[in-house]
């Protein structure tokens, strides 16, 4: 075998290794979680938790004149505690997006409504989904 050979040889076998390593150590990321509001067959409004940088998107998918209002809530004692919240009234296809650290170990509840402007207290219809790391 030439020195060109065995140090082809060598590369890959460490660039291998480094990739199994790298995947090894690499920590798990959990599935992104959503919760959907359908209207019929329609796709009115959506919460996403997108894992990888606990980034939040809040979607609203139907043109009804309704923006939409996406909320974190940590659960304790059974109480739920609004973390963050954002409205989106840009339009139907439009999102708009909170950061939250989620951390393992606690009970959240993500909610999405849909609402009459961005202080309307009376929200017309709701969906919710636990997130859990």
Not at 98 to 109: D, I, K, M, P, S
Request: hydrophobic fraction near 45%; glycine fraction near 10%.
């Amino acid at each position: 075998m030439t020195n060109r050979q065995w140090i082809a040889r060598t590369g890959l076998a460490l660039g291998a290794g480094l990739a199994l390593a790298a995947s090894v150590a690499a920590p798990a990321q959990a599935a992104d979680i959503e919760a959907q509001m359908y209207v019929g067959d329609d796709l009115v409004a959506e919460i996403i938790h997108h894992d990888d940088g606990d980034v939040f998107s809040v979607h609203d998918w139907y043109p009804d004149g309704h923006g939409v209002r996406g909320s974190l809530y940590l659960v304790e004692d059974g109480e739920w505690i609004l973390l963050d919240s954002v409205y989106n009234g840009l339009g139907a296809g439009e999102f708009r997006t909170f950061q939250w650290n989620v951390l393992t170990g606690e009970a959240y509840v993500m909610e999405v409504c849909t609402v009459d402007g961005a202080n309307d207290p009376e929200p017309n219809d709701c969906v919710f989904q636990e997130v859990e790391e």
